[in-house]
């Protein structure tokens, strides 16, 4: 039920879908905090950008969280995440360094 309105919410877009999305980040589950980062990529809404910046940020969130939030953030496409993706780039959980790499690179190739 968690994962059908999760994909609900991305179809339907917007803040509100956003700010639901970004609620349920404080769950327990690392599979279903996953697919809230790779929703709020996919849906390339850049006011998704602050809570997706919030979970890369958070080492207390599971690598693989982290991961999917940086990757989510290349997908937006904004490049006023390059600097903040460049930092992670270097970070020591190397899941995240390196999708964070990936999402430098893909940004500066668009540019």
């Given at each position: 039920a968690?994962?059908?309105?999760l994909?609900t919410?991305?179809?339907?877009g917007?803040p509100?879908a956003?700010e639901?999305?970004?609620?349920?980040?404080e769950?327990?589950?690392?599979l279903?905090?996953?697919?809230?980062?790779?929703?709020?990529g996919?849906?390339q809404d850049?006011?998704?950008?602050?809570?997706?910046?919030?979970v890369?940020?958070n080492?207390?969130?599971?690598p693989?969280?982290?991961?999917?939030?940086?990757?989510a953030?290349?997908?937006?496409g904004?490049?006023?995440v390059l600097?903040?993706?460049k930092?992670?780039s270097e970070?020591?959980?190397?899941?995240?360094?390196?999708?964070?790499?990936l999402?430098?690179?893909?940004?500066?190739?668009?540019q």
């Open positions: 968690r994962f059908r309105a994909f919410l991305r179809n339907l917007g509100a956003i639901w999305i970004s609620r349920a980040f769950d327990d589950s690392a279903l905090k996953h697919e809230l980062a790779y929703c709020l996919q849906m850049e006011r998704a950008i602050p809570v997706l910046i919030d890369l940020q080492i207390c969130q599971e693989m969280v982290r991961h999917e939030a940086g990757e953030l290349g997908a937006i904004n490049p006023k600097d903040i993706l930092q992670y970070d020591p959980v190397v899941e995240v360094a390196e999708t964070c790499q999402a430098v690179k893909r940004l500066e190739w668009f």
